[in-house]
């Protein structure tokens, strides 16, 4: 299983993530694979052609906002939110709190059949769940 981060998520995390996450598995950010003018739709196709990649971004209002979400899931593939709480935290509480989770998350991406989408909270806030 790899994981792409979007542009949510500092390009530094995807880099820091990767090293601890190597050789089973890959992480990248989404400027690193595809460029820093990638648009959702690249972002999109991408997903479509490299089916053992889940996407992670930052639950932005997508949950709370029901055709967001739809259209989310409509892309098809693996794709984990974290939950906006995550936004309160500096890049360093970022890498290290997304580490934490990084096994949990790896499992649940490997055991859901996609397409699905998973929403993360921060370790000991709650347990990793589907919400389309």
Do not use: C
């Amino acid at each position: 299983m790899n994981l792409l981060l979007d542009a949510s998520l500092p390009p530094r995390i995807a880099r820091a993530l990767h090293q601890l996450s190597t050789p089973a598995h890959r992480v990248d950010h989404v400027r690193d694979a595809l460029g820093n003018d990638a648009s959702d739709q690249h972002v999109a196709d991408f997903l479509r052609d490299h089916d053992t990649t889940a996407l992670v971004g930052i639950d932005l209002g997508i949950t709370e906002t029901p055709h967001r979400l739809e259209a989310l899931a409509a892309l098809g593939g693996r794709i984990a939110l974290l939950h906006h709480d995550w936004l309160t935290l500096p890049p360093w509480d970022q890498a290290w709190q997304l580490a934490a989770v990084l096994p949990a998350l790896f499992r649940k991406l490997e055991r859901t059949p996609p397409p699905f989408v998973l929403l993360t909270p921060r370790p000991v806030q709650g347990r990793i769940r589907k919400v389309a």
